[in-house]
């Protein structure tokens, strides 16, 4: 019985682990500051060994005894609250990690194509300056310069026949701080740059450090399209002076998706185009009335680009066509079998990365490119082209 119950305590401990870290994904979902939200990290690295000893201490080895021949049935009933707790956070963690494999893949997707580009400085050595999360870049395994650009096919129902094969180039959470410098972004760019798109998105997270801005130039000044170069930012943006990179992309030639819903006329349709910042920044998009287009023929399609994912549901009832988000990153480290851990959402793991179909929306999450702290494991940061093809 001693091995069984140490089995059935280690299982506790872990299921006490994923309430906390569900409570600082949730927190990372909502707009508060930086400050704050370290605290709740710091409380989170605090409780979550600090539980472990407690409970094998209390329950294992004084107390009950549990791990010298003790039974449960000598548990006080003040360990009652936290250990239905706890049988509570195994329960939400399985369903995460099931919901998570069930989800990976999108029954639109019909062609996946990946390349991986290792990036490296001109002598061959890691694009890396020194700073506070230069050792995290030097780990064993990481994949932080193992690049990879994905081309993605998806047969959408909504899409009009005409515009089959419209192309999106999709970029996200770039995250300019320092440690990783500008030549990889640089090289990135330039990889970007070779593929031939109709429209360029950009879904947020472009600072960490404001002394970045003057790198826009010579990475995203490099793109182009026919369609226009469109984004918005994210709520590390917010975090630091937003109206400056607002105003350099918009000097670059990149259209501010959140100036409003706005069409661009495509082939015998029209793109409809907006941006959504919130929960930090603006409002949502209101979109204009589909019936007028519907009533004249026009074939439409609606494109949305939201920082984060958890926007989805309201873009689902707003009639959105595609959904170009990023915010999670792919949860940056994916454990064996279980998948990401981390991801700022109040979704949990649900929309880490990847691609989902909830109809009518199309939702495609990008990992990202960076991230203030450089470290992936089985997680490359990605750019991606999206074909669109009539179904």
């Known amino acids: 019985m001693t091995g069984w119950n140490l089995g059935i305590l280690l299982v506790l401990i872990a299921g006490h682990a994923e309430l906390w870290v569900a409570l600082v994904n949730r927190f990372h979902a909502l707009p508060v ?12 690295d605090l409780m979550i060994p600090s539980f472990g000893v407690v ?7 004084s107390g009950p005894r549990l791990l010298l021949g003790g039974s449960w049935s000598q548990v006080s009933i003040g360990w009652y609250p936290v250990l239905m707790a706890s049988a509570m956070g195994v329960v939400g963690g399985l369903n995460g990690v099931l919901r998570f494999h069930w989800t990976r893949s999108c029954p639109l997707l019909v062609r996946e194509q990946r390349e991986v580009h290792p990036i490296r400085s001109f002598d061959g050595s890691l694009p890396l300056a020194s700073g506070q999360f230069e050792k995290l870049a030097r780990l064993p395994f990481n994949e932080q310069f193992q690049v990879e650009l994905s081309h993605k096919t998806f047969a959408h129902p909504g899409l009009p026949p005409s515009f089959s094969g419209l192309k999106i180039l999709h970029l996200s959470d770039w995250h300019f701080e320092g440690t990783i410098t500008r030549e990889y972004f640089e090289q990135v760019s330039a990889i970007a740059a070779r593929e031939a798109v109709d429209l360029v998105t950009f879904t947020g997270d472009l600072l960490d450090n404001d002394a970045c801005l003057e790198w826009l130039p010579s990475t995203l000044g490099q793109l182009t399209a026919s369609l226009g170069c469109w984004f918005i930012l994210g709520n590390h943006d917010w975090y630091l002076d937003s109206a400056s990179a607002r105003r350099q992309l918009t000097a670059l030639g990149w259209k501010d998706a959140t100036a409003g819903a706005r069409s661009i006329a495509w082939r015998d349709g029209q793109i409809v185009i907006a941006g959504d910042e919130t929960p930090w920044m603006g409002t949502a998009p209101e979109w204009p009335d589909r019936n007028g287009a519907h009533a004249a023929g026009t074939p439409e399609l609606r494109i949305l680009l939201s920082h984060t994912p958890d926007n989805l549901p309201r873009a689902r009832q707003q009639g959105v066509d595609v959904m170009l988000s990023g915010h999670n990153h792919g949860g940056q480290v994916q454990l064996p079998l279980i998948g990401p851990v981390f991801s700022p959402s109040r979704y949990g793991c649900r929309y880490a990365g990847g691609s989902f179909w909830e109809s009518p929306t199309l939702l495609h999450v990008s990992r990202g490119l960076a991230g203030r702290h450089p470290l992936r494991w089985h997680c490359r940061p990605e750019i991606t082209v999206i074909e669109l093809v009539a179904e």
């Open 55 to 61: 409970a094998l201490w209390c329950l294992g080895l």
């Open 33 to 44: 500051a930086p400050s704050k939200l370290q605290r709740i990290r710091h409380l989170h």
